[in-house]
């Protein structure tokens, strides 16, 4: 009788410890099953252990009442991934963050991961980068302090990266740099074509796709002509989805927010119908951010063939003062590659992007510069200014659903399950249970309340936090509590494929000549003025 007595007592025991975390009487919803009721999650072991309308315990509860329990928003296109960076990325709800337009460089792409590992309360990933590979091939650049974007303010003040054609050996050693990322784990190619116009020819995009194929691996472009007007837009996104219909690979479109979007989201929709792994993101503002010497701002494009004014649509991120073409050209003299703001589309636009099925969110955040002593604990005002999507793409999103009456789970999709679904189409395990809020999917997740939750990052202040946005969960454990990001809190894991032996194989001549019975004279599918070369 005593002995049952205590046992008893223990069963007792052992369930009032049976979940790691409890969130009592939220809102919880689920892009995939659009669950969307009150109830009761409780955690273990990292995952969600259950979803019920039970009363049960754990050792942290968490009081959800009248706010959504969503999945933990994923975000496929942040620039800055680094330690000052993250109290940001929490209080907007972020709990993954992947640069998968950029990249790092292919070489130094496990480095990269090790870099982070065990040190950051978010998720990180990163793709492959195209750009840095021929950085690397056709400048020579090796000076590689962070291995992606904010070395690209150094590489990028040489040119031969953005309009070299390079000979076929140029162009093996490229898709070479960028296959060793690819067997190192990346989780695909990231291209920046648009500021690689005039040295990428169509043939290195399509074998750019090639390779990534061979991995079953995307592509995330930023399109040849963007920013650029409906038509460019639009045939930008032609080239990459039309090999993609060739070779049947996974496809990117990164912030197709510019015009002609509408079509492009058609495109992508009607690709996805005939079972393409193809997907688009955006960020929800109508400017763009970049470095002041980007080849589309040149006059011959940015005023004379898109019809812009300097005056009216170039804005120096830290003065906030507009350039003139006179103004602009001193500058790149002496910083080539300082950020400016970029108008590009009308504020309303913004709306419309929202409603979108089945798009994703990608913030687009840039790297703050110069970052000499900037940490976790940097004031939030102190920061050097950056485009306000940096730190409030995510906030934005859920503030334009609720004032446009979008219904709420779209923009939850958005901010997750859209760019879960489609990586774990493509065999990413990492991304198979995450971006859902169901029994067994990891415990990554953002809690935030639907009638104040908003975005207060400006152009003028970019740096600023959301707030709405209270208790954010990663991998199971709590590292946001009441807006508080918690310091020292690490539970953040790599989002990345297992190391994979080569499966690249150079390109030749022969090889094409018996495939094709045409040869291209070299990487670049040829020179215009040179004679092709049949033997
Ligand atoms: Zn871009």
């Keep these: 009788m005593l002995l049952a007595i205590f046992s008893g007592f223990a069963v007792v025991s052992a369930q009032a410890q049976d979940y790691d975390v409890v969130i009592l009487n939220g809102r919880v919803m689920d892009p995939e099953t659009k669950y969307d009721d009150i109830a009761i999650v409780g955690i273990k072991d990292g995952r969600i252990a259950v979803i019920t309308k039970e009363k049960i315990k754990g050792k942290e509860t968490i009081d959800a009442t009248g706010l959504v329990v969503a999945p933990g928003f994923i975000d496929g296109h942040q620039h800055c991934i680094e330690p000052y960076a993250y109290r940001l990325m929490l209080r907007d709800g972020r709990t993954t963050i992947m640069d998968l337009e950029l990249g790092a460089y292919g070489p130094k792409l496990d480095e990269w991961y090790k870099r982070r590992e065990g040190k950051a309360p978010v998720n990180f990933g990163v793709a492959v980068s195209h750009e840095f590979a021929r950085a690397a091939v056709l400048d020579g650049f090796t000076d590689w302090k962070y291995i992606n974007t904010p070395d690209a303010l150094r590489s990028r003040v040489k040119q031969g990266w953005s309009k070299t054609r390079p000979t076929l050996e140029q162009g093996n050693k490229i898709l070479a740099a960028i296959d060793e990322g690819l067997q190192q784990g990346g989780l695909g190619i990231g291209s920046t074509l648009g500021y690689m116009r005039e040295g990428v020819s169509t043939r290195e995009v399509f074998e750019l796709q090639r390779l990534g194929g061979l991995y079953g691996r995307f592509i995330d472009m930023h399109f040849r002509y963007t920013p650029g007007d409906d038509v460019g837009e639009v045939n930008g996104i032609q080239e990459m989805l039309a090999n993609t219909a060739a070779l049947g690979t996974p496809a990117i479109a990164a912030h197709f927010n510019n015009p002609g979007y509408n079509l492009v989201h058609e495109l992508l929709v009607r690709m996805r119908e005939k079972g393409y792994n193809v997907w688009g993101e955006i960020y929800p503002y109508n400017a763009g951010s970049t470095a002041l010497n980007a080849v589309f701002l040149e006059p011959e494009v940015w005023v004379k063939a898109l019809g812009n004014k300097y005056e009216e649509t170039l804005q120096d991120v830290a003065t906030g003062e507009f350039y003139t073409q006179q103004t602009r050209e001193e500058m790149i003299r002496k910083e080539p590659t300082r950020p400016v703001i970029v108008y590009k589309c009308p504020e309303e636009w913004v709306v419309d992007w929202i409603k979108l099925p089945g798009v994703a969110i990608g913030s687009d955040g840039m790297p703050l510069l110069p970052d000499d002593n900037l940490t976790w ?17 995510f906030a934005k999103v859920l503030r334009i659903a609720r004032e446009n009456n979008i219904p709420l789970m779209q923009a939850v999709a958005m901010t997750s399950y859209n760019y879960a679904k489609p990586l ?35 152009y003028a202040k970019g740096t600023l936090p959301s707030t709405g946005i209270l208790h954010v969960i990663v991998n199971g454990t709590i590292v946001m509590k009441n807006q508080e990001p918690l310091k020292g809190v690490s539970p953040g894991q790599p989002i990345r494929f297992e190391p994979v032996k080569s499966r690249f194989k150079p390109l030749n001549k022969e090889e094409w000549v018996k495939t094709f019975y045409a040869s291209p004279i070299d990487f670049g599918g040829g020179i215009p003025g040179s004679q092709p070369d049949l033997h």
Excluded at 377 to 393: C, Q, V
Excluded at 432 to 442: A, F, H, L, N, T
């Design 377 to 393: 604990d940097t004031l939030y005002e102190d920061f050097p200014n950056t485009h306000p999507r940096f730190a409030g793409s």
């Design 424 to 458: 774990g189409n493509m065999g990413l395990k990492a991304m198979q249970v995450r971006g859902r809020m169901q029994k067994g999917m990891v415990a990554d997740i953002t809690i935030f309340d639907p009638q104040t939750v908003t975005d207060n990052s400006t």
